[in-house]
């Protein structure tokens, strides 16, 4: 029924009008901006670090030393490389699948009837806008355990103060729930954009057909959505896996390194004890396992959506 | 429209150059705008980063005002560069790019790699050169600053001012708790008794409401943990240790001293139920949530806005077991082996400490002389009478001690300290255990530099 | 089911969602709020306890003395100029990169896809240096070029986009293909019209992502004149000092263009596009 509508609006890609031939030239026409500063500024970058990660460089010299596996071999013999890995899963878990359920409801929310969505919207930006060390700053005092704002709320209910941020226990949980709160409203604003290029004649459609809410949501929204959903997802977890500024700021890897993730560590070992060759090698090896991860979501996604979604 | 038709009949004819030549079109335009024009002028510019706070950057443009009239051919282009991590960078990648500075603050944490870059001059060059400093100019400055200056027995650095610690503190608190406000706690048992004194709580929901003493208990991974460390070892020295040997072979901040210091801080910490602050103190003092703190010189530019609601005053640190002491600091300047004009760097360098400008600078920044006979010009000394809690400080400049050199390892053993000072306070750890742990760490890096070196 | 009660029953959940909604919006705005009022407090009202949201005395001064501890009005300038430079050029060369990755076949397409979203996952921290060694052998730096080039091409941007462009249905450009248009006619004429969302989402994030950083312009830029409002800001922080009533101030100044902006890109979320091209 209307179900075949969808079927057929599905975007497959079919070979081009025109000659495969000048396939590769036109691409190139389209890719050549974005191509040329990319192999410059990022790409190259990217390969220099890799080749650094086999030397040894204190930056502030010209001298690099090479040292063959050696950073890479005493990576995998820290004790505190595996410790600082499995928080930042931890975070990673604890961030993204709350950031993207939360944010997924406020979009559909704001998408019906509701008084100020403008408002509402901005309102939920808001913590993406404010620069992440002013935000850093005003949620260190709001978890101060003395004179902060959240423990003066929880005292008002009659629960115990906690202390948030020098709790190893619950300095994590503190930073998740920061974390969620920075960046909630921009999978929301993410959603929103996908959710406005489902067009409305499949609701409507539905609609006739006495279609419910729930039949209408998991049939036509989600479908449409995925490929939202998948770049959502990637991107969540790809900068859940990468968070810095906050855990700098918030608690610097404390208390006791209970927060210490990855990129802080990374970083320590940069721009603390001058050893860029050895973040390098943290660098690669981090990128190693987001890559795997990020595979096993895209097959993951690929044997769920029938949809081309990636 | 027209516009519109005009753009589509270009692409029409589906030409995949077209992209390409724009943007290297849009690429080269970029190349002509941002060109900056020298003008070729006959004086010497000679930068010089720093990170005077705002409070201070008046100060630093008198001065600088001042030597460009008495030296007209030199133009002193002073840039902010934000303290701490962002300062390592910018110096990281201008050396890098060739674009250093003539002169820049340093810290000490890498003064070692700037030298093991070969990046800056061994002061001694200018020093004992034809326009260097004499003798006795030489001892008129604080021996400690220029220990601290030195690395392997050489001078990288010169001091421009000192700084040193002290006890800040609420007088009015004090007054209502029966201390004496003014001598404050003058030892460690008065220390620890006052702290808990003073610490309130005033509406019974177990929580204090006033902390009499902030203790600096920082991330020992983070950005202060640095400034922990500088503000414990006092202590470790006025328990009678110290942190390396004399030969630098191995650590000796475990010693019995070194628990000594530890288990005041540890006590302190328990007794007043400390769940770390993570405001600044001085936000904090200024709201009346704190009896007592340490703090340098630097910010009392500052307290006179942001404290003129409270009485307080200043008093040295409170004297250990063995002796008085406290800890020297200071900003430390380098000349850049890429500087175009070395000697012209070191003129200003050389002017900054002399005497008078020392004194002039250190009325209007809150920062110390690094040398002693600042203290001899008249109106600094009239100054000082008007300005006791300054006093303090200057006075203090004669018990201020420095580290001992570490030529090597010395970021990673003030890392093993704080991470002590968190384990045995934050963590409740055993000050002893906390102590010996971090010293296996440091005796093993020491042992392994040592293997290098040789 | 009776009428009236059948409205009343919808009434009372509306209500009770516009309550929730908005509660939850309250609390996310909170710490926002908080930044403003403390803007305009007086530093020793700012942390005392039990924490008092507004001032007791407005200190509108504290955004003249921020605005004047450094050059601010060309900081702002700088900002604004290189935000909007490296939004519209990325608006450019992501729709296009993004429309040959979503719709045009050729050898490698999937390959330098990847290669692109690769190179996302490798942190910054170790990359910004031999970033930064590109430009020194280039010339550029501490100049506009410098803040604003590398900018000009993102994984992020090219990545979003073709996510939107996958969901446009084919037969609109097939209808344009069979009239004999060119590619790029189709992305500019029908494509692009119709992404309005995901062009006004990238906009949004790439203003706000230059707007707000921090180290990339901490290394590329020396002189004064080059400046950011973020390096501005950074003045009010010490290593061991906060100046919390002008840092605030600072930032509610450094975060009102991004709010403008953000507010009236809100159009391009409001329904009102449908695909009504589609015809039987």
């Known amino acids: ?310 | 429209m027209k516009i519109a038709q005009t753009f589509s009949h270009i692409f029409k004819k589906e030409n995949p150059l077209v992209i390409p030549i724009c943007t290297v079109a849009l690429a080269l335009s970029f190349t002509q705008c941002g060109a900056k024009k020298e003008k070729a002028s006959e004086k010497v510019t000679i930068t010089f980063w720093h990170s005077f706070v705002a409070s201070t950057i008046p100060a630093l443009d008198d001065l600088i005002e001042q030597y460009e009239s008495e030296n007209p051919k030199v133009k002193i282009k002073a840039q902010y560069v934000p303290t701490g991590d962002a300062l390592i960078q910018k110096l990281i990648t201008a050396i890098q790019s060739s674009t250093a500075p003539d002169i820049s603050w340093i810290h000490s944490d890498f003064l070692a790699d700037l030298v093991d870059a070969n990046a800056i001059y061994e002061m001694n060059y200018f020093v004992n050169g034809k326009n260097g400093l004499s003798q006795s100019e030489i001892e008129d400055i604080y021996p400690a600053l220029l220990q601290y200056a030195s690395l392997r027995k050489r001078l990288y650095c010169i001091p421009m001012e000192a700084t040193n610690l002290a006890l800040v503190y609420n007088v009015d608190m004090l007054k209502d708790e029966g201390c004496h406000p003014e001598l404050a706690p003058s030892n460690w048992e008065e220390l620890e008794e006052y702290a808990v004194k003073l610490t309130k709580d005033f509406n019974g929901d177990g929580k204090n409401d006033r902390i009499g003493f902030f203790l600096p208990i920082f991330p020992a991974a983070g950005p202060l943990s640095g400034w922990m460390v500088w503000q414990w070892i006092p202590y470790l020295w006025q328990a009678g240790g110290y942190i390396v040997s004399e030969d630098q072979s191995e650590v000796l901040y475990n010693s019995e001293a070194g628990v000594k210091a530890l288990t005041l801080w540890k006590n302190i910490y328990n007794k007043l139920n400390l769940r770390t602050f993570t405001t600044d103190y001085d936000v904090a003092f200024a709201s009346k949530l704190v009896a007592m703190a340490m703090d340098g010189p630097w910010n009392l530019p500052r307290f006179n806005r942001l404290l003129r609601n409270l009485n307080w005053s200043i008093a040295p640190l409170p004297k250990g077991p063995v002796k008085e002491a406290t800890i020297a600091g200071g900003e430390y300047l380098v000349i850049f082996k890429q500087s175009d004009h070395p000697d012209e760097a070191w003129s200003f360098i050389k002017w900054i400490i002399r005497p008078d400008i020392q004194a002039r600078w250190s009325m209007r920044s809150g920062y110390l002389p690094m040398r002693r006979s600042a203290s001899d010009v008249p109106e600094f000394k009239e100054y000082l009478l008007r300005h006791p809690n300054f006093k303090v400080f200057v006075d203090q400049m004669e018990v201020a001690q420095v580290q001992r050199s570490l030529d090597y390892g010395a970021l990673q053993v003030t890392r093993h300290i704080a991470e002590a000072i968190e384990e045995a306070t934050l963590g409740g750890g055993d000050p002893q255990e906390a102590l010996d742990k971090a010293a296996a760490k440091s005796n093993k890096v020491l042992q392994s530099i040592r293997r290098n070196v040789e | 089911m009776n009428p009236d009660l059948q409205k009343s029953s919808r009434l009372f959940k509306d209500i009770i969602f516009h309550i929730i909604v908005y509660s939850l919006a309250l609390v996310t705005i909170a710490p926002f709020i908080w930044m403003l009022l403390t803007s305009v407090k007086d530093i020793g009202d700012i942390f005392i306890y039990p924490p008092k949201w507004l001032p007791s005395k407005l200190h509108f001064e504290n955004f003249s003395r921020a605005f004047q501890a450094a050059p601010f009005g060309r900081y702002y300038l700088n900002s604004i100029f290189v935000a909007v430079s490296v939004t519209l050029g990325q608006l450019f060369t992501c729709s296009m990169a993004a429309y040959a990755f979503a719709r045009l076949q050729f050898k490698g397409r999937d390959i330098l896809f990847y290669v692109f979203l690769g190179t996302m996952m490798i942190p910054y921290q170790v990359t910004m240096i031999p970033s930064f060694m590109v430009l020194y052998w280039l010339g550029w730096v501490d100049s506009y070029k410098a803040m604003i080039v590398p900018g000009l091409a993102s994984a992020f941007g090219t990545f979003l986009l073709r996510q939107f462009f996958l969901t446009i249905p084919k037969e609109l450009e097939e209808a344009a293909y069979i009239d004999g248009c060119s590619k790029f006619r189709v992305l500019w004429q029908i494509i692009i019209p119709l992404s309005k969302p995901a062009l006004a989402t990238l906009a949004i994030f790439t203003f706000m992502g230059t707007f707000n950083d921090f180290i990339w312009a901490l290394i590329v830029v020396n002189s004064e004149h080059l400046r950011t409002v973020q390096l501005g800001l950074a003045v009010f922080r010490d290593r061991y000092v906060t100046d919390w009533d002008l840092l605030m101030a600072g930032s509610v100044m450094a975060t009102l263009p991004i709010l403008i902006v953000f507010f009236f890109a809100q159009k391009y979320f409001i329904k009102g596009i449908t695909l009504s091209g589609i015809k039987g």
């Open chain 1, 1 to 310: 029924m209307w179900n075949k509508f969808l079927q057929r609006k599905k975007p497959v890609i079919h070979p081009s009008a025109g000659t495969s031939g000048k396939n590769i030239f036109t691409a190139l026409a389209f890719l050549s901006p974005t191509l040329v500063i990319f192999c410059t500024f990022i790409l190259f970058p990217v390969f220099f670090s890799f080749y650094l990660s086999f030397h040894k460089w204190n930056m502030f010299s010209s001298d690099r030393a090479f040292i063959g596996f050696e950073n890479y071999r005493r990576l995998f013999t820290d004790p505190e490389f595996w410790m600082v890995l499995k928080h930042t899963l931890v975070y990673t878990l604890g961030t993204v699948p709350l950031n993207m359920v939360i944010a997924l409801l406020i979009a559909l929310a704001l998408n019906r009837r509701i008084a100020g969505k403008r408002f509402l919207r901005t309102a939920f930006f808001t913590p993406v806008i404010i620069s992440p060390v002013a935000a850093a700053l005003i949620w260190r005092w709001i978890y101060d355990p003395n004179f902060g704002l959240l423990n003066y709320f929880t005292g008002l209910f009659g629960l115990p103060s906690v202390n948030w941020l020098n709790d190893p226990n619950t300095a994590m949980i503190a930073l998740i729930i920061m974390g969620v709160w920075k960046t909630v409203g921009i999978n929301m604003v993410l959603f929103s954009a996908g959710l406005q290029g489902i067009p409305d004649n499949f609701y409507e459609a539905a609609d006739i057909d006495g279609a419910g809410r729930w039949a209408k949501f998991w049939h036509i929204t989600v479908p449409m959505l995925s490929p939202t959903t998948f770049f959502i997802m990637i991107m969540s977890m790809i900068s859940s896996f990468q968070v810095f500024d906050i855990v700098y700021v918030l608690t610097s890897g404390g208390p006791l390194g209970a927060t210490k993730v990855i990129v802080f560590y990374m970083y320590e070992y940069a721009f603390k004890f001058f050893e860029m060759g050895y973040a390098s090698a943290v660098a690669y090896i981090f990128f190693a396992i987001l890559a795997i991860l990020t595979l096993l979501q895209v097959k993951f996604m690929k044997t769920r959506a029938g949809y081309r979604a990636i």
